[in-house]
């Protein structure tokens, strides 16, 4: 009982927190440029394993931590112990890159998604027009394939670099720059 109200209650935050309708407000129309994407499962992929490899610090940590572990007892000679936790690091792992190939497998269909970038923020359309972000709301990741434009710790929209024009890449380039949208780095610099 105590198990699944806590699971429900984990995914209640999780699903409200990707809510895009809450931090949003709605608008007909924008002034600036649109950008038009088509996304794929495999975009979807890429997301998770960044929200969930690089994005959240505490995964990271666990596997490290568990690997640590692994080794410590294996240079100590207890190897029954040092595979124990060897086999939590490897099934943490497993069990985090299987949930991001079920998220992507969810999203088997393209769908075509489009963004307005605007002075007042980012722009997101749906059938009912226009949410509008402001950009205090929005931090961008840039891999080598994609745009991840978080607007909050579990929600997360997709730009791949390979549906959009080389403007279009340095236009959104030059919104981060403009607005200081590049994920922050949480590791402080120590200046000697």
């Given amino acids: 009982m105590f198990r699944y109200i806590t699971v429900k209650t984990i995914h209640n935050v999780i699903r409200e927190s990707k809510d895009i309708q ?4 709605r608008e007909k129309s924008f002034e600036g440029s649109e950008v038009v994407v088509d996304i794929f499962s495999a975009d979807h992929f890429s997301l998770v394993l960044n929200m969930l490899f690089v994005h959240i610090k505490i995964i990271d940590v666990l596997l490290v931590i568990f690997s640590v572990f692994g080794l410590i007892f294996l240079t100590s000679g207890a190897v029954d112990y040092a595979l124990i ?3 939590m690091a490897l099934f943490c792992f497993l069990y985090l890159f299987f949930l991001a ?3 992507s497998v969810a999203h088997i269909k393209t769908s075509k998604t489009g963004y307005g970038f605007a ?4 722009y997101v359309k749906d059938e ?3 949410l509008c972000l402001p950009w205090n709301d929005v931090r961008v990741r840039k891999t080598t394939k994609h745009f991840f434009l978080y607007f909050s710790p579990f929600g ?3 730009i791949p670099k ?3 024009s080389e403007e279009q890449i340095a236009m959104i380039e030059d919104f981060v720059r403009t607005f200081e949208l590049k994920k922050r780095s949480t590791q402080r610099r120590i200046s000697v």
């Fill in 119 to 122: 002075q007042s923020g980012l």
């Fill in 22 to 25: 809450k931090k949003a407000r």
């Fill in 128 to 130: 009912n027009g226009y």
């Fill in 156 to 158: 997360a929209l997709i």
């Fill in 85 to 87: 936790f060897f086999g």
């Fill in 162 to 164: 390979g549906s959009i």
């Fill in 101 to 103: 190939f079920m998220r």
